[in-house]
């Protein structure tokens, strides 16, 4: 089965709502490729890795979180970018990048995914901030509290890779924060809504002492490696609804 390619596009704003968002970067169609769409990939960054993958594998079109033109960068098409770029139009390879809306989607983002994994129903989360409109991250409760290394282990189970943690490890937590990808700003937020434990992608210098003198338990468990679950949800979900053939490809970031 296929889907046209405009049909394909309006489905997804229409699921992800992008124009709720003040975003970094345009969301949905960056570069167009074939008309339709039978083989869909997606990934977390639209690299040079991920672009030359997606072409062996012959995909259509690639669904990702990181797509391009981002606030603030540079217009000109040279560098890396003619070349990603070259890649997509050589092989009629369309680029579909959606980024805060990716995030944020209470059943298919990347916050509402991996409290999935850490093992909250979606009914047991919350928004983080509930007040905001846009507003990223999560929030639950344990139904008894546990050593916050319980949650680390777990978060390495998740993610292949050990997290970064700021804290005691024998810490009872209960009240879960949580927001994927460079979120660690959000440190404060959690703290208001009376968090435990918070979690995200990456550390700043800044969070490390914040953590520390106010008491609230700090996991950074990878940028990528938190975001790797809402686009390959999307992916997933669209290949049910199109009857489309779905392959996730994962280029590993350390970060």
Not at 69 to 92: D, H, S, Y
Not at 99 to 113: E, Q, R, Y
Request: hydrophobic share 40%; glycine share 8%.
């Amino acid at each position: 089965m296929s889907v046209e390619l405009p049909e394909l596009c309006q489905y997804l704003d229409q699921c992800l709502q992008p124009q709720r968002f003040k975003d970094y970067c345009p969301n949905g169609l960056q570069v167009e490729g074939k008309a339709r769409v039978v083989r869909l990939a997606t990934g977390v960054t639209a690299c040079q890795r991920l672009l030359d993958a997606a072409v062996e594998w012959g995909a259509d079109a690639l669904l990702v979180h990181h797509g391009y033109f981002w606030t603030g960068e540079a217009p000109q098409i040279v560098g890396m970018k003619r070349r990603r770029i070259a890649t997509l139009l050589a092989n009629e390879l369309s680029l579909l990048a959606y980024h805060l809306p990716l995030d944020a989607h209470p059943l298919l983002g990347n916050n509402a995914c991996l409290g999935k994994l850490l093992g909250f129903d979606h009914q047991d989360q919350a928004p983080l901030q509930p007040d905001v409109a846009d507003g990223l991250g999560n929030i639950a409760d344990l139904a008894e509290p546990v050593p916050v290394r319980q949650v680390v282990a777990q978060l390495a189970q998740i993610t292949g890779r050990e997290p970064l943690h700021v804290g005691d490890p024998d810490k009872p937590v209960r009240r879960i924060a949580w927001c994927t990808g460079a979120a660690q700003g959000y440190i404060d937020t959690a703290l208001l809504a009376g968090a435990d434990l918070y979690i995200t992608g990456e550390a700043s210098e800044q969070t490390v002492h914040t953590a520390r003198e106010e008491g609230i338990e700090f996991i950074a468990a990878g940028h990528h490696a938190t975001e790797r679950y809402g686009v390959q949800a999307v992916g997933e979900h669209l290949a049910t609804q199109f009857s489309l053939q779905h392959r996730f490809i994962d280029i590993d970031n350390p970060v």
